[in-house]
């Protein structure tokens, strides 16, 4: 696993478009959000805290149904202090606060961190300063967590097609994504090197918890 150390001074490695969780809870919803970035070509997916405890080195697995061939060309970034790793961004926090616009009419920026909130609660305040828009899906009740980003995503993906910031995938593109699962455990989950890139904490300060 690469190791990093991330503070001042050091070259920063957030990549936009990308995924920010704030202090997620479900281990089995940032699996759902992974699968989604790795659906709408979302490179990153950073998340803070540590209620959220997933360790991509085979120790514990992402669920059997949450993972796809794709996985591996998202990264998985656990820090607290995400907004120090991004410089050209525009953080969009998807919350319904006053003020916030609607996701129908939004116009996605083209360097856009979507920020959510915990599933049991919403932004903190510190996390809304850092934010430059706000966002909120329309809809009769709130949605789950991982729901919320998918339809973040596809609306991003649907209004690039319109505006032809991106070409469609048509049906044989789709076609070519392996979806069987044979052999899939030896071939993308037997080497942890080729599973995804898990930047947390204690790999930032070279802590091996196997000590």
Known sequence: MERQIF???KKTIGVTPAVLLMNPKDPRNVAQIIRACSCFGIE?????????QINMNGLTRL???ERMKGYSK????QYDYPFEQFTDVTPIGIEII????????FEHPENALYVFGPEDGSL???ARTFCHRFVFIPMAHCANLAASVYL??????LKRHWNGLEKPMNVSDVLEEPRGWSNFEEKFYGNSTKSFKNVCIDNMLGVDKRV
């Open 7 to 9: 503070g001042k001074g």
């Open 44 to 52: 990153q997916c950073w998340f803070t805290g540590n209620r959220a």
């Open 63 to 65: 669920p059997r149904e």
């Open 74 to 77: 998202v990264d998985l970034i």
């Open 98 to 105: 006053k003020g916030a616009e609607m996701m129908p009419t």
């Open 124 to 126: 903190s305040k510190i």
């Open 152 to 157: 973040t995503l596809y609306d991003r993906c």
